[in-house]
């Protein structure tokens, strides 16, 4: 995974600025360009089938053809979907669009990403892509109870 202040070392045993931690559930909150440090930690979690550690991948973007890695994404997580969910939202989708509408925003990540529920950090979730989805994400998670400690801007 991304070396840095985070780096995944394997089986859900991560490194946060040097101090060791345990995940059970990585929430992937992505958008653009953002995707390249997600896409490195989930293929780092979803290459080692004895690896338990479960994703959750919310990718937004303006348009379908806007979707960087689509196809390694979708291919990594091709018969794993018992490990890993990822979802693709789009804010200006063409007819016929199948996936998800709008931004990652309230509504999406109350549904999906829900109150932090473990008091002992197995959840933590990763979060790249403009200053304003950062933002907006970093304002919604906490309103929904989620500490910073648990949250990580790439």
Request: charged fraction near 30%.
């Amino acid at each position: 995974g991304p070396i840095g202040k985070f780096e995944y070392l394997s089986r859900g045993k991560c490194t946060i600025g040097g101090k060791p931690r345990l995940v059970k559930r990585f929430i992937m909150i992505c958008a653009g360009s953002g995707i390249t440090p997600i896409f490195q930690v989930l293929r780092a979690v979803l290459s080692d089938p004895e690896d338990e550690t479960r994703c959750l991948v919310l990718d937004g973007n303006r348009l379908e053809a806007d979707i960087l890695c689509r196809d390694d994404m979708d291919g990594l997580v091709k018969g794993k979907e018992g490990r890993c969910k990822l979802l693709y939202s789009l804010t200006q989708p063409k007819e016929g669009w199948a996936g998800l509408k709008g931004r990652v925003g309230k509504e999406l990540l109350e549904k999906e990403v829900g109150t932090c529920r473990v008091e002992n950090g197995e959840e933590l979730v990763l979060i790249c892509g403009p200053e304003q989805l950062e933002k907006s994400v970093h304002w919604i998670l906490n309103n929904m109870e989620w500490k910073d400690e648990d949250l990580l801007f790439f």
